[in-house]
């Protein structure tokens, strides 16, 4: 089901960075693209685990941030942590669903509106 690279689906929820180059200056702006939507879950997702200092990807923020990026470097970076890790669960998931034998996208019977 799900047998794009981690690279493309990247590109679809608009994580991928996109350099920009000027001279010397080589800079990493944030991509327009993509699905919006999803962008916007995976940056509330970041900034959340950003605020909390327990978590593996505040540990990786400041990792990055110790590294020389900016905070908008290191949150783009941790924004594409969460993108590949999503997309992993999703590939887990529609193999579990396959050895099952499930076809549909799952709830419960009875719930779709009948018309």
Do not use: F, W
């Not at 969460?82 to 669903?97: E, H």
């Amino acid at each position: 089901m799900l047998d794009v690279p981690p690279k493309l689906a990247a590109a679809y929820n608009g994580t991928t960075p996109v350099e920009v180059s000027s001279g010397n200056r080589v800079v990493c702006p944030l991509s327009l693209r993509g699905n919006r939507r999803m962008n916007h879950a995976i940056h509330i997702s970041a900034v959340t685990q950003i605020r909390y200092r327990h978590t593996k990807g505040r540990a990786y923020y400041d990792k990055k941030l110790a590294e020389g990026k900016t905070p908008k470097e290191a949150l783009r970076a941790l924004k594409r942590q969460v993108s590949d890790a999503l997309y992993q669960r999703m590939k887990a998931d529609a193999r579990r669903s396959a050895a099952a034998g499930i076809t549909g996208p799952g709830g419960h019977p009875g719930t779709a509106l009948l018309r």
